[in-house]
């Protein structure tokens, strides 16, 4: 099985730069950016099989976890407890070679139409994994560049990661708290390969963080809180347009491809994926323009997203204007490199000025090489306009209908009540001072305790179900040395706790 070497993150991952520096940091956007831009995607799908599936809270749950699952392996080295083996899963399951080999198991052990619930679930975690991994593909290639170029920034993935989970949660957008649920019996073989064991104890330190931390209703919004001030005063062009849905790689212009190449996955579930439909995705979207025709600006860039992995660095790529005329252009794949090469992601850079108001047509010709082992025989176009000042040849358009991303009931800040002072022994009050001489056990509740001791939150606790890596054996409340390790780093650690950001244990992840 190909080895991944991507970079990916997490949100909660604050202390993980610091425990795991290293040259190959890379990128992607924080876990509640994950889970809420998948879920965003859920509920724009239009009516079909897929709305039907998500229909039932236990299933869409399980999509949103597997949203957040990737950068499990990743959570415990924020406590200095990481491992290669943790590590290794992480990285392998944000790409599209895993999500082939899932897509190929369930449709030997556990096929179509998907009846019993727990099959629902699991391929309900597969699309939110699948989700997580394109997304980090399309922020990593898209969004970054923008924050350095705009904000000024020298390291934009160590600000814009955590930065962006900061932003949704003072913006009031944070709603999703999924319970933990991950399909050990299905990704234990699909991990069999690479080159460090796997076993469910392996998975079972992050999982457990995911929930009982950065995914849990009043302490997930309350980590994410402090991000914002701290970060926002450093990238306020990025503040201003993460959820800009003209800005290519936003975390809102990821929801339309976030929800297309979900049902690309359900489709190759089923054995019926039509090529047709390859493309699930492209910047500028349109009927939007690309917003310059300047040499050297990421505004001048155009790409496609794909509903299954290819070889985008040997595919056949060219831009042509109306007249047939070549553009000169430089392309390449996924930021990273992708493992094995496979991307679902094509970004081209033009290599000469592209006309103001002129039309532009890139193609990916047939041939191109799928994950899937087969090669395409369509010539995949997206046909787009350079923006320009003549009203004219470039005239207004109007308001566009962005993506919804609050439900129409939603009339008050969800999380409105997760910073108050009531909540005693949340892990997010540990570095206060007054709490500083609080027992670990005090400071960081078990499952068992951890809702009651949040005043005013009504949610249930994150506990696993018996579908998940923390059931094997893994009951949090029987793990006190990494709730202990978790806990003395909340207090003691905070200002770092609140810099989550992504990385890459990808040994060959080009920067
Ligand atoms: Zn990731």
Redo the contacts with the bound molecule.
């Keep these: 099985m190909r080895r991944s070497s991507r970079a990916?993150?997490?949100s909660l991952a604050t202390l993980t730069a610091l425990t795991l520096g290293g040259p190959h940091e890379s990128t992607?956007h924080g876990v509640l950016g994950?889970v809420h831009v998948t879920g965003w995607a859920i509920e724009n799908l239009p009516p079909g099989e897929l709305t039907d599936l998500f229909a039932d809270p236990e299933v869409r749950d399980a999509a949103l976890f597997g949203a957040a699952f990737?950068?499990s392996g990743y959570a415990p080295d924020t406590i200095g407890q990481g491992t290669p083996e943790a590590r290794a899963y992480s990285e392998h399951a944000?790409w599209e070679p895993f999500v082939e080999d899932y897509i190929q198991w369930m449709r030997a052990n556990d096929p179509p139409p998907f009846v019993t619930l727990e099959s629902r679930r699991r391929v309900a975690f597969l699309l939110g994994v699948a989700a997580?991994?394109m997304q980090?593909e399309v922020f990593d290639t898209l969004f970054l560049d923008q924050v350095a170029e705009r904000d000024g920034v020298s390291d934009p993935q160590g600000e814009a990661d955590p930065g962006t989970d900061g932003f949704l949660a003072v913006d009031g957008l944070l709603r999703y708290s999924p319970d933990a649920y991950v399909p050990v019996d299905v990704l234990l073989p699909l991990f069999g390969d690479l080159d460090r064991e796997i076993t469910a104890d392996t998975m079972k330190q992050g999982v457990d963080m995911l929930a009982l931390v950065y995914l849990h209703p009043t302490r997930g919004p309350r980590l994410a809180r402090t991000l914002h001030d701290e970060h926002a005063p450093r990238i306020p062009w990025t503040r201003d347009n993460y959820l800009e849905r003209d800005i290519p790689g936003s975390l809102r212009a990821e929801v339309g491809p976030t929800m297309r190449y979900m049902e690309a996955v359900w489709e190759r579930l089923h054995g019926r994926f039509d090529e047709a439909n390859l493309v699930t995705g492209a910047y500028p979207e349109s009927p939007r323009r690309l917003r310059s025709g300047e040499v050297g600006t990421t505004d001048s860039r155009a790409s496609l997203v794909f509903g299954v992995g290819v070889q985008a660095r040997r595919a056949e790529v060219s831009l042509a204007g109306a007249s047939g005329a070549p553009a000169p252009i430089t392309s390449r794949g996924t930021r990273w490199g992708g493992p094995g090469g496979w991307s679902r992601m094509l970004r081209v850079d033009p290599t000469a000025p592209l006309d103001p108001g002129a039309t532009y047509t890139l193609e990916v010709a047939p041939g191109a090489e799928l994950v899937t082992g087969t090669l395409t025989n369509l010539t995949h176009a997206h046909t787009f306009q350079v923006d320009c000042d003549d009203a004219t040849l470039c005239p207004p358009l109007g308001d566009l209908e962005p993506w919804i991303i609050t439900p129409p009931d939603v009339t008050s800040d969800p999380s409105a009540d997760a910073g108050t002072s009531a909540d005693a022994g949340d892990p997010a009050d540990a570095g206060d001072p007054a709490d500083a001489g609080q027992a670990p056990d005090a400071a960081l509740p078990s499952p068992d305790s951890g809702a009651e001791s949040d005043a005013g939150d009504t949610s249930p606790p994150a506990a696993p179900d018996p579908g998940c890596a923390a059931a094997d054996g893994a009951d949090p409340s029987r793990s006190p040395a990494w709730v202990l390790a978790l806990a003395l780093a909340l207090v003691g650690l905070r200002p770092r706790l609140a810099r989550p950001r992504?990385r890459s244990c990808s040994a060959d992840a080009p920067r």
Aim: hydrophobic share 25%; net charge negative; proline share 8%.
């Design positions: 990916t993150l997490l992607a994950h990737p950068d944000h997580h991994g980090d992504c």
